[in-house]
């Protein structure tokens, strides 16, 4: 196996390990060696036999846990009008997950990586590409809404941001916890502090606009002390 | 030491019985406010619509030329479509095309040159170059680049509509605009001055910001660049931290009817203790 291809794959195994955990983290249902497969483990699924690995072998779907599901369930509202079942349904479903053969990636990849979370009604994708999609093929991925589409550089997945030790543990709350929360500070959500969308946290997490994070730091006088985020 | 002063809530008061002119005046105010949102609000969904048709156009321009050879429809696609880009969507426009592997000039069934040279493009040829399949492309392309207007589209005035010519060589021989509005005798001289002043910005058709630096233009950019996140939160008073405004004094206030032990300082911790145990649920 040539130095470049191994160097490939040790790079390729790192980014499908963390974006396993990722989607592990966010509540997607994942096994343990699955989020820390080993590099021979890898090598013997995903690569040719020249040793070459094969994004398109590395293309993964999972189902949100039962735990997720409760979580992204929206609250009944007090005063539903019409239809109240159809507020209950969970806001959350199937995640699928590709990585880009080709190197750049433009409008006619990101609209057929759109068109198969149609066809093969995932709630949510998530595009690994090698470089930065062009700007227009980005415009695209608003205008998918309610189906979210994410989009990932290769680079910004080899380490898992979310494991370093000076990124606070971040919890997304329930629909329930935010009401909570709110009323025993007696604040408008607005009031709390916010996170952006593009945060590296935030989009590790999938967060979405008006949700709210619990973010909990280790501090040597304090011990455990949590803030909250309001996500924009 | 003076007596005591009555804590004085800064919470809204009620209103009072009867709508007094002040009361009238902030209706008033309120009204306008509402407007000037809704007004804003419009200007970016305008914006929004203008930014999806060229997307749409880009994707349309994506599949040209509909045969090997293009076709005089195929040319007024082109024309009609370019007529909402800037200089920068052609440049969109031509990158998606080397993407999708077909020459940056959307008349031309070609291959890139970026196709044949990999990523040594990127050194041999000059920027951008690389994303035509020759340099007749590249300078076709340029020749309708140099007609759009640097002012995005959603800002234009939509009574003076723009229109773009091909280069000489791609033009229909008896040289027909496509509206059939203009057929000048003439033409066919390639017009350097005109071209010139028209990149220059010294002719309305082009529609460069340089000509005219109105307060129209000034005005409607502030708007434009405006974050969508202050529709939502017109008041962010610069006493917030991080976005939060501190609001002790009307919790603690508001406290002391109930609880009377609890001081300011620690209200932190108390808030805290209260906090981890809700949403002990939460983090395991
Ligand atoms: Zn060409």
């Not at chain 1, 249902?29 to 072998?57: M, V, W």
């Not at chain 1, 009604?121 to 205008?143: D, E, M, N, R």
Request: some cysteine; hydrophobic content about 35%.
């Amino acid at each position: 196996m040539s130095d470049e291809s191994s160097r490939e794959l040790s790079r390729l195994w790192r980014i499908l390990r963390t974006v396993k955990q990722m989607c592990a983290d966010r509540g997607y249902e994942l096994t343990e060696e699955e989020c820390n497969i080993s590099l021979a483990d890898f090598r013997a699924q995903y690569a040719d036999e020249s040793g070459a690995p094969q994004r398109t072998r590395m293309a993964f779907t999972a189902r949100p846990t039962d735990d997720m599901v409760t979580k992204y369930t929206p609250l009944p509202r007090p005063a539903a009008r019409n239809n109240a079942a159809d507020e209950l349904v969970p806001q959350i479903g199937l995640i699928h997950v590709e990585f880009a053969n080709e190197p750049s990636v433009g409008i006619k990849h990101l609209k057929a990586f759109a068109q198969l979370l149609n066809e093969k009604v995932y709630w949510t994708g998530i595009y690994v590409s090698q470089a930065a999609p062009t700007p227009s093929a980005l415009k695209i991925v608003p205008s998918l809404l309610p189906t979210v589409m994410e989009i990932f550089k290769e680079d910004d997945l080899l380490v898992n941001i979310s494991r370093h030790e000076l990124v606070p543990k971040h919890t997304l709350l329930s629909a329930e916890d935010k009401k909570r929360l709110l009323e025993r500070y007696r604040l408008k959500e607005t009031q709390l502090p916010r996170i952006r969308m593009d945060d590296p946290m935030a989009r590790y997490l999938g967060l979405r606009r008006g949700q709210v994070v619990k973010i909990i730091r280790k501090s040597e006088t304090a011990g455990r002390y949590a803030s909250y985020r309001w996500t924009i | 030491m003076a007596t005591k002063v009555p804590v004085k809530s800064i919470l809204k008061q009620p209103a009072p019985p009867k709508p007094t002119d002040e009361d009238k005046a902030k209706a008033e105010k309120d009204r306008h406010n509402l407007n000037l949102a809704l007004q804003h609000a419009y200007l970016i969904q305008h914006q929004k619509d203008v930014q999806a048709q060229i997307l749409t156009s880009i994707e349309t321009l994506l599949d040209l030329p509909s045969s090997p050879i293009f076709t005089a429809q195929d040319a007024n696609t082109l024309i009609s479509l370019v007529q909402q880009f800037q200089p920068s969507d052609l440049d969109a426009l031509a990158e998606e095309r080397r993407i999708d592997g077909r020459c940056g000039y959307a008349l031309c069934a070609n291959a890139p040159r970026y196709a044949k040279l990999g990523e040594s493009a990127s050194w041999k040829l000059s920027k951008g170059a690389s994303d035509f399949c020759s340099a007749a492309c590249a300078r076709k392309s340029l020749y309708v680049k140099t007609q759009l207007g640097e002012v995005p589209a959603w800002e234009r005035d939509p009574t003076r509509t723009l229109t773009i010519k091909l280069h000489q060589d791609d033009r229909p021989v008896e040289d027909q605009a496509p509206d059939g509005k203009s057929r000048v005798s003439g033409r066919q001289v390639a017009n350097d001055g005109n071209d010139l002043a028209l990149e220059r910005g010294e002719k309305t058709a082009s529609l460069r910001p340089a000509q005219v630096m109105t307060d129209r233009i000034v005005e409607k950019r502030t708007v434009a660049h405006k974050p969508l996140s202050s529709l939502s939160n017109t008041a962010v008073s610069h006493t917030a931290i991080e976005g939060y405004e501190p609001r002790r004094t009307a919790l603690s206030g508001k406290r002391e009817d109930s609880d009377d032990s609890d001081d300011d300082d620690n209200d932190d911790d108390h808030d805290d203790k209260m906090a981890e145990e809700l949403f002990d649920g939460v983090d395991e």
